[in-house]
């Protein structure tokens, strides 16, 4: 496989989907809707270190849908967490009612890495965020 870059001029913000993810078979839009336990990670290459937003997402921005509703055809969830690994980071925060998306601000170093995400349900399980955003502050 290749890394998928992260704040290259070219290119910023990077928007990634779960259909990029390594390590799993998601590849179906009806997985998404269905709200599969599933998650995998996204290989990645930061090409310019610095100050980083990612935004985790359950639905595409488009749809202007928070992380826990169910849109047509779909499930909803119940996850209260959400969790962003990056390399040797790791960070946690709360899901606010009716959040359509978790935003983590990080300083990232150059280098090739794993980005993994998850939103969390009150009783431990959980999925990876489908839809991310990795935007470049600097």
Known sequence: FSEISLGDDHQ????LTCFEWQGSRHWWQGNVRSAQLENGYWAVNVVQA???QITLRRWPAELNASITAAIAGGKAIKAVQAKLRIGTIEAIQPIATGARAVTFPVRLEEGK???QTWFIDEAGESRGAFYLEAKRLD
């Open 12 to 15: 910023n913000p990077t928007r």
């Open 50 to 52: 610095g100050n980083y």
């Open 113 to 115: 890495t794993r980005l």
